[in-house]
């Protein structure tokens, strides 16, 4: 999981215990670099400068780094880096 992603999912609200539990699940979490910061940056210019995407964007920087799909709820925020290489994972 990508560190932006924990930082998002720590703002909660979340029950107690919940963030312990999450941890042991989620795995390694995995740095926002600086090579990140450039890819983000260029799908946010890519992508229209959309205001309150930039985070979405950083997200799509680290899992197109990783070569990993990225799993959300919200698949129609990411389908604008698809062109860029994300992969978004979808439900079966």
Not at 22 to 36: H, Q, W, Y
Request: with cysteine; net charge positive; charged share 20%.
């Amino acid at each position: 999981m990508s560190s932006i992603v924990w930082a998002e999912f720590l703002c909660g609200p979340l029950p107690e215990r919940t963030a312990d539990l999450a941890r042991t699940l989620v795995g390694e979490i995995v740095p926002f670099t600086k090579s990140d910061a450039v890819v983000a940056a260029t799908l946010f210019n890519e992508t229209g400068r959309r205001r309150g995407t930039f985070a979405d964007c950083m997200i799509g920087a680290v899992a197109i780094r990783e070569n990993a799909a990225l799993a959300t709820s919200n698949a129609s925020d990411f389908a604008r880096m698809k062109a860029a290489g994300l992969r978004v994972a979808t439900a079966r």
